[in-house]
């Protein structure tokens, strides 16, 4: 059966499903929204209806510019610090976590705020203040400047956490194996690289401690899963993302990593037609920030120029859902 026919913005139409060469499309699950991101947009949207216009939010909510567009035109107002949200305006904190320093000037300040952290993360903000509490020194593996990181960091005292991102990194650490050493890791990371850099503490401080269950979450992991399964059958991978997503950029590198040349793209706009160029399948998947309907607009854009057959390769299934916060609910 034919597909509807497409028309070019030149006006003329395009050739039929029949004409077009065929494209496999092996679309990645799960893959989009998590559980964290779902709860932190919809805090912003409630927070919207219950507050009114305008509600500030402290860092873009997720790392998505389609996301945080359709929010701006809801009445979010985005900024960076704390000193930009005017004393009566209710203010949000992003689903990255923030350092306890904000939370405790938006108290200073009496301003009105809602934490969107994402439960996962505030369990690591969690830890790190036990492993301080026990006179530990935590090792803290994550990408210097992320947001998480920052938050984190934030969490404890200068000097009582120290960041590595690398097994390089490890090497370079001065601390002995006499040294009360404890480790803990940012949610987005690579499930592979990240399980290398703690061997490597390991090897290099036997007496170093773990926290009871790995950090990364589990859609970021259930995510780079699925690319491990869709990346050996695929020519090329598209990973749709921003370029300050970390789980985003993890999904590339899984690829890659598997030997299948990948592209992170924010909007179908910007594939590139050239790309599939004696490409025969293209497996498809998006970052925890990334709507589904960015999905299916890529989809859309692949059958312009391609008779596209999709196949869903299911990794895991997800059902987490994490309750909203109190004030906006009651």
């Known amino acids: 059966m034919n597909a509807p026919l497409h028309t070019s913005k030149s006006g003329d139409i395009s050739a039929t499903e029949q004409d077009r060469p065929e494209l496999k499309l092996l679309i990645a ?26 509600v500030y939010v402290r860092h873009e909510i997720v790392h998505n510019k389609y996301v945080v567009e359709s929010l701006k035109a809801q009445g979010a107002v985005f900024v960076e610090e704390l000193d930009e949200v005017p004393d009566d305006a209710p203010v949000v904190f992003s689903a ?35 492993q301080i509490e026990k006179g530990q020194h935590i090792i803290f593996v994550g990408h210097e400047g992320h947001p ?33 050493l404890s480790y803990l890791t940012q949610t987005t990371l690579s499930v592979d690289d990240t ?3 703690i061997a490597a503490l390991e090897e290099r401080f ?11 979450c589990y ?64 497996g498809l998947t998006a970052g925890a920030s990334a709507p589904e309907l ?21 990794a895991a299934e997800e059902k987490m859902v994490f309750k909203l916060p109190r004030q906006l609910v009651e």
Request: aromatic share 4%; net charge negative.
């Open 219 to 282: 859609a970021t992991s259930n995510r780079q899963a699925a690319v491990k399964q869709i990346a050996p059958d695929a020519d090329l991978v598209l990973v749709i993302g921003a370029p300050n997503s970390s789980n985003s950029l993890r999904l590339v590198e899984v690829s890659e990593r598997c030997g299948t040349p990948a592209k992170l793209i924010q909007r179908a706009s910007e594939i590139d037609p050239a790309w599939l160029a004696d490409v025969e399948t293209v």
């Open 29 to 54: 699950a799960p893959r989009g929204f998590c559980a964290g991101v779902d709860r932190a947009i919809e805090i912003v949207e409630r927070a919207i209806e219950r507050y009114g216009a305008p």
């Open 206 to 216: 036997p007496q170093i401690v773990g926290p009871k269950a790995e950090d990364i």
């Open 195 to 197: 399980a290398e850099i």
């Open 148 to 180: 998480e990181v920052i938050g984190t960091m934030g969490q404890v005292d200068d000097g009582q956490m120290t960041l590595v991102e690398t097994v390089e990194d490890v090497a370079k650490l001065h601390f002995s194996t006499e040294d009360d």
């Open 96 to 130: 990255h976590g923030v350092p306890k320093s904000v939370p405790a000037e938006a108290e200073r300040r009496k301003l009105l705020y809602v934490d969107a952290t994402c439960p996962l993360v505030s369990k690591v903000h969690r830890q790190a203040e036990r």
């Open 294 to 314: 960015l999905v299916r607009e890529v989809v859309r854009k692949l059958s312009e120029w391609r008779s596209v057959e999709e196949k869903t390769i299911m």
